[in-house]
């Protein structure tokens, strides 16, 4: 029987007077890799932030696994945007990924053989194990990214969270990243916030499209229709059996930059 991992029935967040999420209706199967667009401001980190139990609904109920999200949030592990560091920081490849064991601990219980047992499988998992004494500073992006995914997945997650993991990290380098996210996959249900549909369609299973309102149907066909009532303003569509990306002009000066972004990628 398939497990719905995340659930969300009628959710509606605000942030102050502000509706930033509206009646969000969701259920994602366990396994899934679903890839959740929209425009800057449409609400998807702050859908990860309920999932987390950082904010709640003021309307509708969340589940993960099945659990109210304070019980059900300890099967989730999150990345999050890569954020500036300071390179000075003292703190090792191995350090940063230990503390994903950290909510596992009972408080004051030190860490043990089996937290340093995980830290080394995820490190290898993500192919950092050759690294785990560097300090974190000295390491690319996309090295860092795999340490920040390697310290999500050393909680044991049976959920992963990713907002924009592939930011500021270029072309192969994502791919890479995108791969390894597959394999995760293979045990994993994996969420992923991007704003490169391009990028994420040849691996993701599910795509939803998010702007206050979702748009979610369980496949990664999404119209133009979708798209354009997502982003509110013309997107052209190529499908090839998988959602692309625009491109022709694009002539919403909020998206201008993402969408030529996308054309120029396509179009190498
Ligand atoms: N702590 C907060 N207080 C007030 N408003 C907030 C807060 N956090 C986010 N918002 C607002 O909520 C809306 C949704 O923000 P959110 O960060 O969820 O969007 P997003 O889709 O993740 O955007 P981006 O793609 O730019 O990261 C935005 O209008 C934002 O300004």
Do not use: W
Not at 2 to 10: E, K, R, S
Not at 12 to 38: A, R
Not at 74 to 94: C, M, N, S, T
Not at 233 to 239: R, S
């Amino acid at each position: 029987m398939v497990t719905q991992a995340i659930t969300l029935n009628h959710v509606s967040v605000k942030y102050h007077q502000n509706i930033v999420l509206e009646d969000i209706n969701l259920t994602i199967d366990e396994g899934d890799f679903v890839g959740l667009i929209g425009p800057n401001g449409g609400g998807k980190t702050t859908l990860f932030k309920v999932l987390l139990g950082l904010i709640s609904p003021y309307q509708g109920e969340a589940k993960i696994l099945g659990y109210n999200i304070l019980q059900g949030r300890r099967y989730i592990g999150y990345v999050p945007q890569l954020l500036e560091l300071d390179r000075g920081f003292p703190i090792k490849v191995a350090d940063v990924v230990r503390m994903g064991r950290l909510g596992k601990r009972p408080l004051l219980r030190r860490y043990n053989a089996k937290d340093e047992e995980i830290v080394t499988r995820t490190l290898d998992q993500v192919g950092m194990l050759k690294l785990r004494n560097r300090p974190i500073g000295e390491l690319s992006g996309g090295q860092r990214q795999r340490v920040y995914i390697a310290r999500a997945l050393a909680s044991e997650p049976r959920i992963l969270l990713l907002d924009e993991p592939t930011a500021n990290i270029d072309s192969q380098v994502q791919k890479s990243i995108y791969e390894l996210l597959r394999e995760i996959n293979e045990l994993i249900t994996i969420v992923i916030i991007s704003h490169d549909i391009g990028a994420i369609s040849s691996y993701v299973k599910t795509i939803g499209c998010l702007n206050r309102r979702l748009f979610y149907h369980g496949d990664k066909q999404i119209t133009t229709e979708t798209i354009e009532k997502t982003y509110q303003c013309p997107v052209d569509l190529i499908a090839h059996g998988v959602a692309h990306r625009v491109l022709s002009e694009h002539n919403c000066p909020l998206h201008q930059s993402e969408f030529k972004q996308s054309n120029h990628k396509q179009k190498k």
